[in-house]
């Protein structure tokens, strides 16, 4: 039975380190992607706005090859992409959990972008409490937050190693009022670090939602535009033990139960 419980335990524990409380990418949308659209678990539908005329301003969200304008995080061939141009045009792109965070949790996503002019970034939301953290790429990069601890990277500059960045991002949930973030850095000439890191304190609420987006680029080249993908969020260390314990008791149960079976 010990030697069973140990076995039960080390393969549920593999599975149960996979497990996701939410999980999306660009290849669930069917090749566009619009204000209402829900694809992926753990997510509630996306909420995005833009003042695209068609006509002296062009702003949006679309669903296509990271590589035509920065670096590869695509899924499938395809990562989701924002644009806005010129100086007035904004888009924005919000999503919320369907749960929010809790102690424990981390929420990953990639980025993709190159030329710096106008801005595009990411903030996050923390319910009523609004938002609570952004980064920005706006002639170089920055984050700002109340109560953030900052340290900048060797890339802290942005324009350091390449046009074409990958970022990577890295939200850990500390505690109900605490988080810290991790901001680094990939493109062509391989792996350039840390941009920021630190820590946010001072929450009121648990982080509930976030989002992208993009004001005032140059042009419609694909070098401005933004590139986001592969969106994860997984459980803390207990839930996945909790997790594991159950998987473990319901193949004991079974067992149990094709025994009882056998001998009756």
């Given amino acids: 039975m010990k030697r069973l419980l140990l076995i039960g335990l080390a393969s549920a524990l593999a599975v149960s380190a996979q497990a996701q409380l939410a999980s999306d990418n660009a290849a669930n949308y069917g090749g566009s992607w619009s204000n209402g659209d829900d694809?992926?678990?753990?997510?509630?539908?996306?909420?995005?706005?833009?003042?695209?005329?068609?006509?002296t301003i062009f702003a949006g969200t679309f669903v296509g090859d990271s590589t035509a304008g920065a670096g590869n995080i695509n899924t499938s061939g395809v990562s989701l992409g924002l644009y806005a141009n010129p100086a007035a045009a904004a888009v924005n792109?919000?999503?919320?959990?369907?749960?929010s965070l809790s102690s424990g949790s981390t929420f990953t996503f990639e980025m993709a972008l190159n030329f710096d002019n106008g801005n595009k970034g990411f903030d996050l939301f923390a319910g009523s409490q609004g938002q609570v953290f952004n980064f920005n790429v706006g002639g170089g990069a920055s984050v700002g937050s109340a109560n953030a601890t900052l340290t900048p990277g060797a890339g802290a500059g942005y324009n350091y190693g390449g046009s074409d960045a990958v970022l990577d991002v890295t939200i850990s949930i500390l505690s109900a009022t605490q988080f810290s973030y991790d901001i680094s850095r990939t493109s062509s000439q391989g792996f350039q670090g840390t941009l920021f890191s630190g820590t946010v304190s001072g929450l009121t609420e648990n982080i509930t939602g976030f989002g992208f987006y993009v004001a005032g680029t140059d042009s419609g080249l694909d070098q401005n535009n933004l590139y986001v993908n592969n969106l994860s969020v997984v459980p803390e260390p207990s839930s996945l033990g909790l997790l594991a314990l159950g998987v473990i008791l319901m193949r004991l149960s079974k067992r149990?139960?094709?025994?009882?079976t056998l001998h009756c």
């Fill in 256 to 260: 149990r139960e094709q025994r009882a």
């Fill in 93 to 99: 792109a919000s999503r919320a959990f369907d749960v």
């Fill in 39 to 55: 694809p992926g678990t753990g997510f509630l539908p996306w909420a995005i706005t833009n003042n695209n005329n068609g006509v």
